[in-house]
């Protein structure tokens, strides 16, 4: 019977023998390779609480003026050129003045000859009411009759009339004048605003011609006030609600790659832009801090406009990428990975703001896009990556 025993027990101990050597060997020579993870050393820092525009805004002046002859003519003076920096009132173009400076001294000499027959008629008409006024006064004597007295009477009323006349004429006559005065002002383009001329696009001896209605003619000059220059971006229209005119914003131009410069935000649309097979978009305008800078941006230029809604400074903080579902973190413990609850407050895509659960200077796992990084995983730091202040 004890033998029996012995060799059952025996028979027992070969299974339960072969399963610990399998353990053990899973455990050590057959057991897989540790997971490479990187990490991060949580610290203090910025956190932002910003939106951004969901299509590239441009930069734009608010004082652009693209100018045109109101008629046209044969270009005569260009005094400036591209780049050239001008005054308000300056002479920026003038069209050859003979025709309509001949038709002006005519004018002139018209008023003069109206003039002339004016005092003539109105002469007449004072003679005529003379003559009238003594033959009235003769008529109680009975040495007129009443006949003469009709015609005097019929005489100063018409050399009257024709004063009147006179008068109207010579008013048409100074109309005449001042339209061809204006007429000759029109063949002259003046600056609107002290600015930079941006764009020429005729030359000394062309023939320029003004825009007839409904059909546009290119521009002859472009100028720019460069001190009025401001981004103009498009917002989506769930973030119209929170977007306050005086906002901080963060603001990025394609021209200078690198740079982030500060600015603020200046005007939000009171509307939102319903365009076809397009995200409905509010406008809002920023302008630079910089306003020396902002005078070097050239309009056209793309750009993007981030505004801050809250910003909070030297929070506890974490990269918004090593945030496991649920609030937590995933930490190395010995060569495991554990998870870690924690209590997060203001976040955007790069970081997010801890409340509670981590301390400055615990490490947290970033790569949480590699497989198999998971709680209970066994793994080895492949480097640190400590957070930026």
């Known amino acids: 019977m004890k033998q029996s025993l012995t060799r059952w027990l025996f028979r027992l101990g070969i299974p339960i023998a072969l399963v610990g050597l399998f353990v053990a060997l899973r455990a050590t020579v057959l057991a897989p390779d540790p997971l490479a993870v990187t990490t991060a050393v949580v610290a203090q820092g910025r956190v932002e609480d910003a939106v951004t525009n969901t299509r590239a805004g441009t930069v734009k002046a608010r004082h652009r003026a693209k100018l ?7 270009v005569l003076e260009l005094p400036h050129r591209e780049g050239d920096r001008v005054t308000a009132g300056e002479v920026l173009l003038r069209l050859d003045p003979r025709l309509p400076a001949a038709e002006a001294e005519l004018a002139e000499r018209d008023l003069a000859t109206v003039a002339a027959q004016r005092d003539e008629a109105c002469l007449a008409a004072r003679r005529a009411a003379r003559e009238h006024a003594r033959i009235e006064s003769l008529i109680a004597d009975g040495i007129v009759s009443d006949d003469v007295l009709d015609q005097a009477a019929t005489r100063a009323e018409t050399t009257e009339a024709g004063c009147t006349a006179a008068r109207a004429a010579v008013e ?22 002290d600015g930079i001329v941006a764009e020429v696009s005729a030359e000394v001896g062309e023939w320029i011609t003004p825009s007839p209605p409904a059909l546009p003619v290119p521009p002859v000059l472009d100028v720019i006030d460069p001190s009025s220059i401001y981004i103009s971006a498009p917002m989506d229209e769930v973030d119209a609600g929170v977007l306050k005119p005086g906002l901080p914003a963060r603001i990025t131009v394609d021209s200078l790659p690198g740079h982030e410069l500060a600015g603020r935000l200046e005007r939000v649309a009171p509307y939102v832009l319903d365009v076809e097979e397009q995200n409905r978009t509010v406008e809002v305008e920023a302008v630079l801090d910089d306003a020396a800078l902002a005078a070097t941006l050239l309009p056209g230029t793309s750009a993007d406009v981030e505004v801050f809604l809250e910003v909070r400074e030297s929070v506890l903080r974490i990269p918004t990428a090593a945030l496991v579902e649920g609030d937590r973190v995933l930490m190395v413990d010995g060569e495991q990975l554990v998870e870690r609850p924690i209590e997060i ?7 997010t703001e801890i409340r509670g659960g981590l301390e400055a200077g615990d490490e947290i796992v970033t790569s949480l896009d590699r497989a198999g990084v998971e709680a209970g995983a066994r793994v080895v730091v492949e480097s640190d990556t400590p957070a930026p202040s």
């Not at 045109?68 to 044969?74: K, Q």
């Not at 006559?173 to 029109?186: D, G, P």
């Open 172 to 193: 048409r006559a100074r109309a005449a004048v001042r339209l061809a005065a204006t007429r000759l002002e029109m063949l002259v383009l003046r600056a609107p605003f």
């Open 68 to 74: 045109s002859t109101e008629v046209g003519g044969l």
């Open 345 to 351: 407050g203001l976040s955007n895509w790069d970081w």
